[in-house]
């Protein structure tokens, strides 16, 4: 993690720090991939994403964040800068939510973005040792901001 950040800072993550400093690449896109194995509190990006100090922005469809976590619940603070819908999948551990899913995702995943604020997208029954988590935004646009866990 760069400087005075916290685990579930998305334009923080350690990765993404050494990957800008090198190439100076604050506020540029740049296309990530999430590595193929994430440690407990690791997280990464997949496709064409803009970072700054506050949020990383999907700039193209079908972008992906992965976290590996040990918590109940995943929060996520999401938004859309012009306020238009965009749609996004979450699985766990590679499978759809089911009975798993928070209140903002439905069975099989699905939910939408409409505004800025925290997001609900799982909630175990049975929280039992690490996930993974994984988002998938189809359609460009939603800013990220920070995970929560409960």
């Known amino acids: 993690m760069g400087l005075g950040q916290e685990p579930g800072d998305l334009p923080r993550h350690r990765a993404d720090e050494e990957f800008r400093l090198a190439r100076g690449a604050r506020r540029a896109e740049s296309e990530y991939r999430v590595p193929d194995a994430l ?15 506050q949020s990383s922005r999907l700039v193209a469809p079908n972008g ?8 109940r619940d995943v929060h996520l603070v999401l938004g859309s800068p012009d306020g238009r819908p965009i749609r996004y999948v979450v699985t766990l551990d ?15 995943g699905r ?23 994984e988002i998938r935004f189809l359609d460009p646009g939603v800013e990220a901001y920070a995970f929560t866990f409960g």
């Open 39 to 53: 440690s407990l509190n690791q997280w990464g990006l997949t496709g064409r994403w803009t970072i700054d100090k």
């Open 64 to 71: 992906t964040i992965r976290f590996r976590f040990a918590a």
């Open 94 to 108: 590679g499978k759809p939510l089911g009975d798993d899913h928070g209140v903002d995702t439905d069975a099989a």
């Open 111 to 133: 939910g939408t973005v409409t505004g800025h604020r925290l997001y609900q997208l799982v909630r175990q029954r049975d929280p039992k040792g690490e996930h993974v988590f």
